[in-house]
Every structure is written in C-alpha cells, then in structure tokens.
C-alpha cells in the first residue's frame, strides 16, 4: 500500500507540474501575442512606439559603474559600441573622430556617433549626450534605493551627469535597432570633455555631426524641463611671482606670492566681483577653484598658481568681472615688496570657454521637444540656466539645441542621484524625438483608428 500510494503520489505531482507547465507555456505564449499586437499597432501609427524601461535601468546602472572622468572616456565609448553593435547596428554607421587631438590635455578618444539613415522623410536630427564625468564620481558604486539610483561609496559622486543622459540616448538608438522603428535621418552622439571646457562639442568634426537641422542634448534633472539658453564664461589662469627667502632667517628679503594671493580675494571679495556677482540689475558668477603653491611652512613662497572662471549672459559685464579679477591681481603684486622694495608680479591669462545663447521661442527643435513631452503627458518648462552646456558650442556652431533632463539630482556632490521616474519618462521622450512621433496624442489615435 505504501508504494501504492508512493506511485499515486508521484502521478499527481507530474500532473501538477505539466499544469503548471502548460499554464506557464500559455502565459508566455500570450505575452507573444500581445507584444505582438502592440507593435503592429505602433507601425500602424495607433501607438506610439515605447521603450523597454526596465532594459534601459540595467543599461544605465551598468554605464554608471564604468570609470571615466574626462580625456578617459574610452571605455564608455567601447561600450556604447558593443551595444549597438550587438543591436545590429552596421559597423560602417558607427564612427569616431579625433577631436581629443585638438583639446589641450589630449585625451584617449574622440567623439563617438551612430549615423542611421532614414527609412522616412523627415529633416535630420540629433540625439546627445557627453560620456564624462567630473573626478569626484571615480570609485562610483551605483545601487538601487527608493526609486533613485545613488553611490554606495560614501566617498564618490554617481555620475548621472551625463551617463543618464548616455544612457537615454543609447536607449533611443537601441530601441529603433530592436524594434525595427520608422525614423528620419539620425545622427547619436556622444561628445568627450563637457566638464573641463565643452570640449567635444567645440572640436567635433562637422562630418560627424552630419548636419542636422534638429538637435536635442540630454543633461540636466526634470524631464520636462528644456533649457533654451545658457550662461558664457571666461576661463583665468594666474601665476603669481614673488621672492623666495627663509622665512626665519630673513623673512624681510621675501616677496610671499600667498600675501599677493590674499590680498586680490580680498579685494575681490569686498568689492562684490566673486561668487554671486551683482552690480546693479546686472547679475554673474566668479569663481576661484585652484590654488596651488607652497612646499614647506620655513620658505617664504614664490610661486602661486590659480585657476579662476567668470560667467555671465551679458557678454559686456562677464568682460567686466575678467578685467576687476585682472586688476586685483596686478594691484596686489605691486603693493607686496621686500627690503629692498621689489615687488611680486602678476601674469594672467584668459579665454573665452563659450559664448552665451539663447534659442529663439519658435525654434523648431524647442517646439518638437515640447511636443514629445506632452507626448507623454507631461507639461514642459522652458529656463535659462547659469552652466555651460554642449549647446552652447553647437548652437555657435550653426545647430540650434535644445536640451532636456534626464534625472540628474545635486550633480558634482557626493550625494548625487538618479531619479528613475524622470529618468524613464526622459527614454520615453528621446524615442519620440527619434522616431518623429513627438506629435502623437490621443487625437492622433482616433484620426488613425478611424481610418
């Protein structure tokens, strides 16, 4: 009887399983279907077509934990290409340029970009994003957390900035490869050094570019948030000259290029020209993020080097800000002198990092950009920000660009994060933008399911 029962046992335990089988066989077999009749509808035009959201997470938790400060871009570039190789992108679509050779402190790779010609017609647009970080965010370990991606190192910013905007670009190429999407004429691109001076947008190669008539960059934090203009900035470096001497022996016979250094913050400070820059109704910023002197507490210094930016919309009072930092410094070498009455000395040099911008209310990249977003459901906000942006190079460039969010929370800190809703709605965006159905909405749909 035991046996009996063993053999009963087991039989039913089969049939459980091969129901349990078929069940899953026919779940899966709907879930076929069903993806089946979404993307016919999405070709028909009765949807718009919709990225994998939970794909484009993996992809972005994966480029964040990918070291690459700027001038060390290379990884990130090989795997943007491997994943749109894999994707079934053409080897000969996927191109490079040496853009690093043109930037001051060299690099190991240029720009990267994915060409795809169009299989409708349509003016050629651009799709962007930069491939590095600031510094802080090496040694980035992204996880998980509450709806938002962070660093589980303590010690390391993320990195959203830009690899969430790489990611939702990527995400948009991929999704057209996959699903075999309609599209007019596409360039992606991702650009090297936006944190150290634009750098990749500024010395791209114009074939690259592809000349489009479009163009949309995606960095920054809302989703719906597009800004239309940018701030100009100055970049200052200052080298400091005094006369070393012992600071106990004979302190006297110094020149300290420090006293020379305090003095001009100093000045600069009291007389409003650092920091929040306000001079009457005209507004800017300054800045002084390098100083660099000094070997030992028994040597009076000699040498000092800083590095300074100034930035403000109205090019004539970012002139202003340049000239009051020239003038603090060259005043306050004079008045530092040793025994024998010599004094420090001041050499500075500048260049304009970018010009500020500000695209017209009816460019037609911002009007297309606010489609897809209320695409979506959502409701753009057009601003104005204070940070350089790639836009600014290539709208100077002759390409008018609009750029988005993407997610991106207290960026350049060790408490940046990724907000995955604004994230996702900014993949949802993109493949709009790409596939030219920015304009669909449920009007669209009634006029397509009535014909």
Same mark, same amino acid.
């Given at each position: 009887?035991?046996?009996?029962?063993?053999?009963?046992?087991? #039989?039913?335990?089969? *049939?459980?399983? *091969?129901?349990?089988?078929?069940?899953?066989?026919?779940?899966?077999?709907?879930?076929?279907?069903?993806?089946? @009749?979404?993307?016919?509808?999405?070709?028909?035009?009765?949807?718009?077509?919709?990225?994998?959201?939970?794909?484009?997470?993996?992809?972005?938790?994966?480029?964040?934990?990918?070291?690459?400060?700027?001038?060390?871009?290379?990884?990130?570039?090989?795997?943007?290409?491997?994943?749109?190789?894999?994707?079934?992108?053409? @080897?000969?679509?996927?191109?490079?340029?040496?853009?690093?050779?043109?930037? !001051?402190?060299?690099?190991?790779?240029?720009?990267?970009?994915?060409?795809?010609?169009?299989?409708?017609?349509?003016?050629?647009?651009?799709?962007?994003?930069?491939?590095?970080?600031?510094?802080?965010?090496?040694? &980035?370990?992204?996880?998980?957390?509450?709806?938002?991606?962070?660093? &589980?190192?303590?010690?390391?910013?993320?990195?959203?900035?830009?690899?969430?905007?790489?990611?939702?670009?990527?995400?948009?190429?991929?999704?057209?490869?996959?699903?075999?999407?309609?599209?007019? !004429?596409?360039?992606?691109? +991702?650009?090297? /050094?936006?944190?150290?001076?634009?750098?990749?947008?500024?010395?791209?190669?114009?074939?690259?570019?592809?000349?489009?008539?479009?163009?949309?960059?995606? *960095?920054?934090?809302?989703?719906?948030?597009?800004?239309?203009?940018?701030?100009?900035?100055? @970049?200052?470096?200052?080298?400091?000259?005094?006369?070393?001497?012992?600071?106990?022996?004979?302190?006297?016979?110094?020149?300290? &290029?420090?006293?020379?250094?305090?003095?001009?913050?100093?000045?600069?400070?009291?007389?409003? +020209?650092?920091?929040?820059?306000?001079?009457? *109704?005209? #507004?800017?910023?300054? $800045?002084?993020?390098?100083? =660099?002197?000094?070997?030992?507490?028994?040597?009076?210094?000699?040498?000092?080097?800083?590095?300074?930016?100034?930035?403000?919309?109205?090019? /004539?009072?970012?002139?202003?800000?340049?000239?009051?930092?020239? =003038?603090?410094?060259?005043?306050?070498?004079?008045?530092? @002198?040793?025994?024998?009455?010599?004094?420090?000395?001041? #050499?500075?040099?500048?260049?304009?990092?970018?010009?500020?911008?500000?695209?017209?209310?009816?460019?037609?990249?911002?009007?297309?950009?606010?489609?897809?977003?209320?695409?979506?459901?959502?409701?753009?906000?057009?601003?104005?920000? $204070?940070?350089?942006?790639?836009?600014? +190079?290539?709208?100077?460039?002759?390409?008018?660009?609009?750029?988005?969010?993407?997610?991106?929370?207290?960026?350049?800190?060790? $408490?940046?994060?990724?907000?995955?809703?604004?994230?996702?709605?900014?993949?949802?965006?993109?493949?709009?933008?790409?596939?030219?159905?920015?304009?669909? $909405?449920?009007?669209?749909?009634?006029?397509?399911?009535?014909?």
């Amino acid at each position: 009887m035991m046996s009996g029962l063993g053999h009963a046992s087991s #039989r039913m335990a089969c *049939d459980a399983d *091969d129901w349990h089988s078929v069940q899953r066989d026919e779940a899966s077999m709907t879930m076929v279907q069903s993806t089946a @009749r979404l993307r016919r509808k999405q070709a028909a035009g009765e949807l718009p077509p919709e990225p994998d959201l939970k794909a484009a997470r993996e992809r972005v938790l994966k480029l964040l934990a990918i070291e690459g400060p700027s001038g060390r871009e290379a990884a990130v570039a090989e795997f943007i290409r491997g994943e749109l190789l894999r994707a079934g992108a053409p @080897r000969a679509s996927i191109r490079v340029d040496r853009a690093h050779r043109k930037i !001051p402190n060299g690099g190991e790779v240029g720009n990267l970009a994915c060409h795809l010609p169009g299989t409708m017609r349509g003016p050629r647009r651009l799709l962007m994003a930069h491939m590095d970080t600031v510094p802080l965010c090496v040694g &980035a370990v992204p996880r998980l957390r509450r709806g938002y991606i962070e660093s &589980a190192n303590p010690a390391s910013g993320l990195g959203a900035d830009d690899r969430a905007g790489c990611a939702v670009v990527l995400t948009a190429a991929l999704e057209i490869l996959r699903q075999k999407l309609p599209h007019p !004429p596409l360039v992606f691109f +991702w650009a090297i /050094q936006e944190e150290v001076g634009l750098y990749g947008a500024r010395f791209a190669d114009r074939a690259l570019l592809g000349k489009p008539k479009l163009a949309f960059n995606w *960095d920054g934090n809302n989703a719906e948030r597009l800004s239309i203009g940018a701030t100009g900035a100055y @970049r200052l470096t200052i080298e400091l000259e005094g006369v070393a001497s012992h600071a106990g022996g004979a302190p006297e016979q110094g020149v300290s &290029a420090i006293t020379i250094a305090g003095l001009a913050i100093a000045e600069l400070a009291a007389g409003g +020209w650092l920091g929040d820059v306000r001079q009457g *109704d005209r #507004r800017g910023t300054s $800045n002084i993020g390098v100083i =660099q002197g000094g070997a030992a507490t028994n040597v009076v210094t000699d040498r000092v080097l800083l590095r300074a930016e100034c930035r403000s919309h109205d090019p /004539q009072f970012r002139l202003e800000i340049r000239q009051a930092f020239e =003038q603090a410094f060259t005043r306050a070498a004079s008045q530092v @002198r040793n025994v024998a009455g010599t004094c420090g000395k001041a #050499r500075i040099s500048s260049h304009l990092d970018y010009e500020a911008f500000r695209l017209a209310d009816d460019e037609p990249c911002v009007l297309a950009a606010e489609a897809a977003i209320r695409s979506i459901g959502a409701v753009p906000e057009r601003v104005v920000t $204070n940070g350089g942006l790639d836009a600014n +190079w290539l709208t100077a460039r002759g390409i008018p660009t609009v750029t988005l969010g993407c997610g991106q929370v207290n960026v350049h800190t060790v $408490n940046e994060r990724l907000d995955l809703g604004a994230f996702e709605r900014a993949c949802r965006i993109a493949l709009r933008l790409a596939t030219g159905t920015e304009q669909w $909405n449920s009007t669209t749909k009634s006029a397509s399911a009535s014909t």
